[in-house]
């Protein structure tokens, strides 16, 4: 068990690599990561419907780079695509096409089975065995959520509101007016109240975030109260009135531009947080939520974890 495994997040708005050295026990170190910014499906119409050329060539390209990484490694590499590529029409092509690019398979898939493997990146990173917890993950084409205790979910959902999707939809060019920004609310209401499970009632013991929003909304918040960065913003906890705080100044930078100025903003991150954050904030409102806890672990590490988990069960199996 002593070896090394990769897993590729390719989400909408980024794709992510980590590199993990699994210990005899099962435990894992991660020894290797790597970002790029890909902004799946964003060119062509309304919709995740279309992967680009330019925007597959891309893709291949990023992945040829983290096979390297890889590679040298030793690590055998894990791919799961979410929201644009399980979206897209041309997804069987684009998969064939990473295949005979890289040699990685890419498992597109569902948006519950995205919810569960964050739960799984979520248990690792913070303290919430014995916790009944909220799950909230806001990416650039999804949003899931997860009820959970104990490591069993009592319900695991995927909405198609994400960062990417919802500055495509109503900030055309990343610029924001108040007409766009009315409409963008309506539509994140409108879609969190068509899920009969997504509602002010359940009872938890605490809301928990995790991925680029929420992490880059916590970041910013905790520069604010202590004038200074973190390096790490796994557990910090924020409260409601600093979210909507935040929303709320964010909103009053039209452009990406001007959001540059709000100190801590991170610059790829600008032109689409808008958007992630009226979904954080109506989030916040629809399950009257008094704050929210960061997990620095989501997807990828989820991936890790089920991996790992497989690899014991084949290994049992063989005994």
């Known amino acids: 068990m002593n070896k090394c495994i990769a897993a590729v997040d390719m989400g909408t708005n980024s794709f992510h690599l980590i590199i993990v050295q699994v210990k005899s026990d099962g435990s894992f170190k991660i020894i290797d990561r790597e970002r790029e910014v890909i902004r799946l499906g964003s060119h062509k119409g309304k919709e995740f419907t279309w992967i680009s050329e330019g925007e597959m060539e891309k893709a291949v390209d990023v992945l040829k780079d983290f096979g390297k990484i890889a590679q040298f490694y030793k690590a055998e590499v894990r791919a799961i695509a979410t929201s644009a590529i ?18 990685i398979t890419v498992e597109a898939i569902d948006g519950k089975t995205e919810a569960e493997l964050i739960y799984l990146g979520v248990q690792n990173a913070l303290d919430v065995d014995d916790k009944r917890i909220l799950c909230i993950d806001i990416g650039g084409g999804s949003t899931e959520f997860l009820l959970g205790e104990n490591g069993l979910s009592e319900f695991a959902e995927s909405m198609k509101i994400g960062a990417v999707r919802l500055s495509k939809m109503f900030f055309p060019d990343y610029h924001l007016t108040e007409s766009g920004i009315d409409m963008c609310r309506h539509y994140i209401k409108d879609k969190l109240n068509t899920n009969t499970n997504l509602h002010p009632n359940h009872s938890f013991e605490m809301a928990v975030g995790s991925s680029g929003t929420i992490v880059a909304a916590a970041s910013i918040i905790s520069f604010r109260r202590n004038g200074k960065f973190k390096k790490s913003m796994n557990g ?84």
């Not at 109506?282 to 997990?295: G, N, R, Y």
Request: proline share 2%.
């Open 86 to 103: 399980r979206e897209a029409k041309n997804k069987s092509e684009f998969i064939d096409r990473v295949y005979e690019g890289t040699g």
């Open 236 to 319: 910090f906890s924020f409260t409601a009135n600093e979210v909507f705080e935040l929303t709320a100044d964010v909103l009053e930078c039209k452009s990406p531009v001007d959001r540059l100025f709000i100190e801590g903003m991170e610059i790829k991150r600008a032109d689409i947080i808008p958007a992630g954050l009226l979904i954080l904030s109506e989030v916040f409102s629809k399950f009257k939520l008094d704050e929210m806890t960061v997990s620095e672990n989501a997807l990828r590490e989820g991936i890790i974890i089920d991996t790992i988990m497989k690899m014991k069960e084949f290994q049992s199996f063989l005994v």
